[in-house]
């Protein structure tokens, strides 16, 4: 693979689908000091993975990736640049070997909103703890780090093990008490989704872990946890909260 050439191409192509007007509004819904050009994600998408189409080897998708990420426009990052190394990752995830969360996490750190934050965590970082459980031990350090996005990565990674029919039930409970008292949105959103997402398939395990503790959780973290319960359970949690 022509990395450069390869990035060359999926900039230029993103740069003939600009949209003025949705770079700006995309900018101020995400808060954002970035450069936007104004690509919707399926197509940002659909050009990114064109680059990964023919697999690729290991260090040739890191480093497009890389090149990807490190695209500036008068010296600010490029937000759909950032999305497309993200995007050729997820695509190509079975490539990663453990030794990836490290790239991962500096891509983390490297980020200043979930979206980025969230498909790193869930696709990239939860879907190497998948393929390599003993992995998940980063992860323990992960939910006591300094970087909130680095918390919230640590309790979003867990959510494809939920999904997969393998939830870390353990580590959903300690890491759950270890940010239940968190005043970050993001985290508690976090917990929230997690909870939601483990109750579509073991309600009654969400309801014991959530009733001993309606004292300490928030709002944000209960809304979420109940959305998809029974709605007796739901109503008697809200109702106690």
Known sequence: M??????????????????P????????????DFVHI???VPVLRKVAVQAVKAKPARDELLGLSQVLWDVTDEGCPVHEARMAAIEVLVKRAA?????????????????????YVDNLAERI???LV????????????????????????????????????NPDL????????AVIGEREFFIRK????VLREHSKKDPSWVVQWVEPRLDTISGVTLREAVRRLPEEDAARLRKAS
């Open 170 to 177: 353990e580590r959903i409970s300690r890491f759950g008490d």
């Open 38 to 40: 104004g690509v919707t």
């Open 95 to 115: 490539l990663l070997e453990p030794r990836d969360m490290r790239t991962a996490e500096r891509l983390v750190r490297d980020s200043a909103s979930w979206v």
């Open 130 to 165: 998948v393929r390599y459980p003993d992995l998940a031990k980063v992860l323990d350090a992960w939910v006591a780090d300094p970087y909130m996005w680095i918390r919230r990565t640590a309790v979003l990674a867990l959510l494809p093990g939920v999904r997969t029919g």
């Open 190 to 193: 976090a917990l929230g989704w």
């Open 125 to 127: 970082v939860g879907a």
């Open 2 to 19: 022509d990395v450069e050439g390869e990035a060359a191409r999926v900039l230029a192509e993103l740069r003939a689908l600009a949209d």
């Open 21 to 32: 007007v949705r770079a700006e509004r995309e900018k101020r819904y995400l808060k954002s």
